[in-house]
């Protein structure tokens, strides 16, 4: 978890300027100790008080940090780009993740599990499931952590029990 953790930072400081300009277009470079630090300035859209608002976003990176952490006026929902998360983890892990599929438990496995949105109470179901269908969850000929979360996906919106309970 803590490889998944340096990875999402990494990530998230690679798209500080990116998210500075899509999370509020209308009022400057959105979140962070820039926006609260110069957001009394009367002219929000002026071009002098947006460009103090990046500049000490950028200096401090604090607008990462409140984007991540949810503070400084910044807001998440906690998911670090839907999908990405999962298919960031199987990179991190995958010959693990394919030992213990064909296992059928195992910690990473587990990890695997709960950020699918998988409840701890049916992750007993979710990794009867991969030990299961083994083989067409890790294909020999295209063995690959995207093509495994997709195909992870997949069987998951299938299950009988897990599509229902599934946080996807």
Same mark, same amino acid.
């Given at each position: 978890?803590?490889?998944?953790?340096?990875?999402?930072?990494?990530?998230?400081?690679?798209?500080?300027?990116?998210?500075?300009?899509?999370?509020?277009?209308?009022?400057?470079? #959105?979140?962070?100790?820039?926006?609260?630090?110069?957001?009394?300035?009367?002219?929000?859209?002026?071009?002098?008080?947006?460009?103090?608002?990046?500049?000490?976003?950028?200096?401090?990176?604090?607008?990462?940090? #409140?984007? /991540?952490?949810?503070? /400084? #006026?910044?807001?998440?929902?906690?998911?670090?780009?839907?999908?990405?998360?999962?298919?960031?983890?199987?990179?991190?892990?995958?010959?693990?993740?394919?030992?213990?599929?064909?296992? #059928?438990?195992?910690?990473?496995?587990? /990890?695997?599990?709960?950020?699918?949105?998988?409840?701890?109470?049916?992750?007993?179901?979710?990794?009867?499931?991969?030990?299961?269908?083994?083989?067409?969850?890790?294909?020999?000929?295209?063995?690959?952590?995207?093509?495994?979360?997709?195909?992870?996906?997949?069987?998951?919106?299938?299950?009988?029990?897990?599509?229902?309970? /599934?946080?996807?």
């Amino acid at each position: 978890m803590k490889k998944v953790l340096m990875l999402s930072v990494a990530v998230l400081f690679g798209m500080q300027a990116g998210l500075a300009m899509a999370a509020n277009p209308d009022t400057g470079p #959105g979140c962070g100790l820039g926006k609260l630090a110069w957001g009394d300035y009367k002219g929000q859209k002026e071009i002098a008080p947006q460009v103090l608002m990046a500049t000490t976003n950028g200096t401090f990176w604090s607008q990462t940090f #409140g984007i /991540s952490t949810g503070t /400084s #006026g910044c807001t998440n929902d906690g998911k670090i780009m839907g999908d990405s998360k999962t298919v960031m983890f199987a990179e991190l892990n995958f010959e693990n993740l394919s030992q213990e599929m064909a296992q #059928g438990h195992g910690e990473h496995l587990a /990890s695997m599990a709960t950020l699918m949105g998988v409840p701890a109470e049916h992750q007993a179901e979710f990794f009867a499931m991969t030990q299961e269908r083994y083989t067409s969850l890790v294909k020999a000929g295209e063995a690959s952590p995207v093509a495994m979360v997709k195909a992870l996906n997949d069987a998951v919106a299938a299950h009988p029990v897990l599509a229902k309970v /599934s946080l996807r």
